[in-house]
């Protein structure tokens, strides 16, 4: 796992927590603040699963290319 994995994911929850606070005191403003943090943090978080995938696929070249030349 990654930092924007993470920090995505903390954004996320952070939201809707924010959303909940707005809904459960009839705040609109807080409710729109706290989806758009959830927005933001799924995006973030998407960010950090292709950095991820990159890196994995990268490895496993890596690895592929090692037992080639060792053949």
Same mark, same amino acid.
């Given at each position: 796992? $990654?930092r $924007?994995?993470?920090?995505?994911?903390?954004?996320?929850?952070?939201?809707?927590?924010?959303?909940?606070?707005?809904?459960?005191?009839?705040?609109? $403003?807080?409710?729109?603040?706290?989806?758009?943090?959830?927005?933001?943090?799924?995006?973030?978080k *998407?960010? *950090?699963?292709?950095?991820?995938?990159?890196?994995?696929?990268?490895?496993?070249?890596?690895?592929?290319?090692?037992?080639? $030349?060792?053949?």
């Open positions: 796992m $990654n $924007n994995q993470v920090k995505g994911t903390a954004k996320d929850i952070a939201g809707k927590a924010q959303e909940g606070l707005g809904k459960a005191t009839g705040s609109a $403003n807080q409710q729109a603040k706290g989806l758009a943090k959830q927005v933001e943090g799924k995006v973030q *998407g960010a *950090g699963d292709v950095q991820e995938d990159l890196h994995d696929t990268e490895r496993d070249a890596e690895r592929t290319a090692d037992r080639q $030349n060792r053949h």
